[in-house]
């Protein structure tokens, strides 16, 4: 099944979408920006910084850190944080809905993959120059 990506690009250059979406989830789901990082496959500093990023966008905090203390400390996302996911996963669902016939006729001319056993789980390139 075919999916739709949506990136919302702001005035000024700012955008959100797929990779700062995850990201804010994996926090949610780890509590930890480390954690969030290493899900998402990135390192810290990248997280760090498209975290800072996505702050400067909507001009609030989406994520609280807590240090140490009885409970270990840890980050939850702010009610901004949390407003900016639900919100997004919702745009993207009705995009998706209001696309699907489309997409389904896309998808009805693509070739299936050629197996890829025995070539090191890497696809041969098929274009020619």
């Known amino acids: 099944?075919?999916?739709?990506?949506?990136?919302?690009?702001?005035?000024?250059?700012?955008?959100?979408?797929?990779?700062?979406?995850?990201?804010?989830?994996?926090?949610?789901?780890?509590?930890?920006?480390?954690?969030?990082?290493?899900?998402?496959?990135?390192?810290?500093?990248?997280?760090w910084l498209l975290l800072q990023d996505t702050e400067g966008l909507f001009g609030e905090a989406l994520i609280q850190t807590t240090r140490g203390g009885p409970s270990g400390g840890g980050t939850v996302l702010t009610t901004l944080g949390a407003f900016i996911v639900e919100t997004y996963r919702d745009l993207e669902d009705s995009a998706q809905s209001a696309a699907q016939q489309k997409i389904d006729a896309l998808g009805q001319h693509v070739r299936p993959a050629p197996?890829?056993?025995g070539q090191g789980g890497r696809a041969r390139k098929t274009l020619k120059k």
């Not at 099944?1 to 797929?18: H, K």
């Not at 995850?22 to 990135?42: D, F, N, P, W, Y």
């Open 1 to 47: 099944m075919a999916t739709l990506r949506i990136r919302v690009d702001f005035d000024g250059g700012a955008s959100i979408g797929p990779g700062k979406i995850e990201l804010l989830e994996a926090v949610s789901e780890t509590g930890s920006i480390r954690a969030a990082a290493k899900r998402t496959g990135m390192s810290f500093r990248r997280a």
């Open 115 to 117: 197996a890829l056993a």
